[in-house]
């Protein structure tokens, strides 16, 4: 197996990368007279995993990689392409937007990707999900708009039957000028989801405030001293940190309403580039990777993923909507 460790941004200035990797002897180019009609048939690219334009698989980025993930990564490699046959190569880049922009310019075939990055790739049509990363037995989770009992407002989400019982436009209509706490400026769950969702339902928030954490964003609702309303993942208001201060906490901050589990964790996702036929063969790579002690050990040191469950695009639909209604630029999201 050959492998190429490098930074992305040599990649990106430079030539393309199935062309810089390109072996063997060059096709001489024939020679025509002026007076020749001949035509010259376009040369037929490279199969993809062939000595002369291996599949790229890339690591997690880093502007500094460890010579762990490293080695990891060429475990994974050497895996993939004993099981497949592919010829594969490793690259690490040295941010995330920079590996999306390589799926969308063809030099990058298999990677892991955060929520917003897989959003950022799929507005480009470059990247197909394959997997889904596996937390406490769950792919996907939900958020939640919380406020102070005593504050004036209708909770629209039934506990007791764990559902929402009206739609989120009518059910955000009393979050008109009132001021929201978030827990930080990228959080899904804590902020770009649930602003997303307001801005669907044309609410305009009198103010923010962004709080140090999930925890702060339940306790600032609490007290009821700094905003009006608050949203976090389910169930913030369980975090042992809470517990000791604010043993009411369950009965005092109430649910508005409940934003179902859309929210993804990182995914592996495969480039639109390669044939179907392809990609199928590599996923059942990745499955049989991950039912081997050192695979599941490298996939943790280079993604970050002791689990994961296949998973199609469709899953991704309403995430997609709600980050895009949210307004926000998506490169600010994304590390």
Same mark, same amino acid.
């Given at each position: &197996?050959?492998?190429?460790?490098?930074?992305?941004?040599? +990649?990106?200035?430079?030539?393309?990368?199935?062309?810089?990797? !390109?072996?063997?002897?060059?096709? %001489?180019?024939?020679?025509? /007279?002026?007076?020749?009609?001949?035509?010259? !048939?376009?040369? /037929? =690219? @490279?199969?993809?995993?062939?000595?002369?334009? =291996?599949?790229?698989?890339?690591?997690?980025?880093? %502007?500094?990689?460890?010579?762990?993930?490293?080695?990891?990564?060429?475990?994974?490699?050497?895996?993939?392409?004993?099981?497949?046959?592919?010829?594969?190569?490793?690259?690490?880049?040295?941010?995330?937007? &920079?590996?999306?922009?390589?799926?969308?310019?063809?030099?990058?075939?298999?990677?892991?990707?955060? %929520?917003?990055?897989?959003?950022?790739?799929?507005? !480009?049509?470059?990247?197909?999900?394959?997997?889904?990363?596996?937390?406490?037995?769950?792919?996907?989770?939900?958020?939640?708009?919380?406020?102070?009992?005593?504050? *004036?407002? /209708?909770?629209?989400?039934?506990?007791?039957?764990?559902?929402?019982?009206?739609?989120?436009?009518?059910?955000?209509?009393? #979050?008109?000028?009132?001021?929201?706490?978030?827990?930080?400026?990228?959080?899904?769950?804590?902020?770009?989801?649930?602003?997303?969702? #307001?801005?669907?339902?044309?609410?305009?928030?009198?103010?923010?405030?962004?709080?140090?954490?999930?925890?702060?964003?339940?306790?600032?609702?609490?007290?009821?001293?700094?905003? *009006?309303?608050?949203? !976090?993942?389910?169930?913030?208001?369980?975090? =042992?940190?809470?517990?000791?201060?604010?043993?009411?906490? &369950?009965?005092?901050?109430?649910?508005?309403?409940?934003?179902?589990? +859309?929210? =993804?964790?990182?995914?592996?996702? +495969?480039? /639109?580039?390669?044939?179907?036929?392809?990609?199928?063969?590599?996923?059942?790579?990745? +499955?049989?990777?991950?039912?081997? @002690?050192?695979?599941?050990?490298?996939?943790?040191?280079?993604?970050?993923?002791?689990? &994961?469950?296949?998973?199609?695009?469709?899953?991704?639909?309403?995430?997609?909507?709600?980050?895009?209604?949210?307004?926000?630029? #998506?490169? *600010? #999201?994304?590390?």
């Amino acid at each position: &197996m050959k492998k190429i460790l490098f930074v992305f941004s040599i +990649i990106i200035f430079g030539c393309s990368f199935p062309i810089g990797l !390109t072996f063997g002897t060059p096709t %001489p180019t024939p020679t025509l /007279t002026e007076t020749s009609s001949t035509t010259q !048939t376009p040369l /037929t =690219p @490279p199969e993809y995993g062939s000595e002369q334009n =291996p599949l790229i698989l890339a690591l997690g980025p880093s %502007p500094r990689p460890s010579d762990e993930a490293i080695k990891a990564g060429e475990t994974i490699a050497a895996f993939i392409q004993s099981q497949t046959g592919y010829q594969v190569v490793t690259v690490i880049p040295t941010s995330e937007q &920079m590996l999306v922009e390589s799926f969308d310019k063809g030099n990058a075939h298999i990677g892991s990707l955060s %929520p917003y990055g897989y959003v950022l790739a799929r507005d !480009t049509n470059s990247v197909t999900a394959i997997f889904a990363k596996v937390r406490e037995g769950k792919t996907f989770y939900g958020a939640q708009i919380i406020a102070n009992r005593d504050q *004036d407002f /209708t909770p629209y989400f039934d506990e007791a039957r764990g559902e929402n019982i009206i739609d989120p436009a009518t059910a955000f209509k009393q #979050l008109n000028d009132k001021k929201a706490c978030w827990s930080d400026e990228i959080s899904p769950s804590g902020y770009v989801v649930p602003l997303g969702l #307001l801005n669907q339902a044309e609410v305009k928030i009198r103010g923010e405030a962004f709080l140090d954490g999930q925890p702060s964003v339940v306790r600032a609702v609490y007290v009821d001293d700094i905003c *009006d309303f608050g949203a !976090t993942f389910v169930d913030a208001r369980t975090s =042992p940190t809470l517990e000791a201060d604010y043993g009411d906490v &369950m009965d005092k901050v109430i649910v508005i309403w409940r934003i179902p589990e +859309i929210i =993804p964790y990182e995914n592996i996702s +495969i480039s /639109t580039a390669l044939p179907i036929e392809m990609r199928r063969v590599i996923q059942r790579a990745f +499955i049989d990777l991950m039912l081997t @002690p050192e695979g599941k050990t490298a996939l943790q040191t280079v993604y970050g993923i002791d689990q &994961m469950q296949i998973v199609e695009d469709t899953a991704y639909a309403e995430f997609i909507t709600y980050v895009k209604a949210s307004g926000l630029d #998506l490169l *600010d #999201l994304i590390q």
